[in-house]
Nanobody, 126 residues
Framework: VQLQASGGGLMQAGGSLRLSCAAS????????AGWFRQAPGKGREFVAG????????DYRDSVKGRFTISRDNAKSTVYLQMNALKREDTAVYYC????????????????????WGQGTQLTVSS
């Protein structure tokens, strides 16, 4: 599957933004999806993940209550709604997918994902 992330930009702290990740192919519902980010000089870190069905989600602690991951399997798209943005959210955001037979599985480890989007830059200024 090929992934195309979009929606990044320059935002002020406290603002909101939604990232989108469109997937090619017709079997998007067979894939776990996740969002990762990489800030300058830091490693790639898990942000949020969502199961095939969308019923199960997982978040890193620092974004819980602020970010919401969702998916529309009919549109082969996964979203990341980001509210109450902070400067420390500044990073390149990547979407990723992994095929799985488990309906409610969510992966938080980058190594479990085998398809990655190109990344979209989010910069949050104070």
């Amino acid at each position: 599957v090929q992934l195309q992330a979009s929606g990044g930009g320059l935002m002020q702290a406290g603002g909101s933004l939604r990232l989108s990740c469109a997937a090619s192919g017709r079997t998007f519902s067979s894939y776990v999806a996740g969002w990762f980010r990489q800030a300058p000089g830091k490693g790639r870190e898990f942000v949020a993940g969502i199961s095939r069905s969308g019923d199960t989600t997982d978040y890193r602690d620092s974004v819980k209550g602020r970010f919401t991951i969702s998916r529309d399997n009919a549109k082969s798209t996964v979203y990341l709604q980001m509210n109450a943005l902070k400067r420390e959210d500044t990073a390149v955001y990547y979407c990723a997918t992994a095929m799985t037979s488990f309906t409610n599985m969510v992966y938080s480890t980058a190594g479990r994902y085998n398809s990655w989007g190109q990344g979209t830059q989010l910069t949050v200024s104070s």
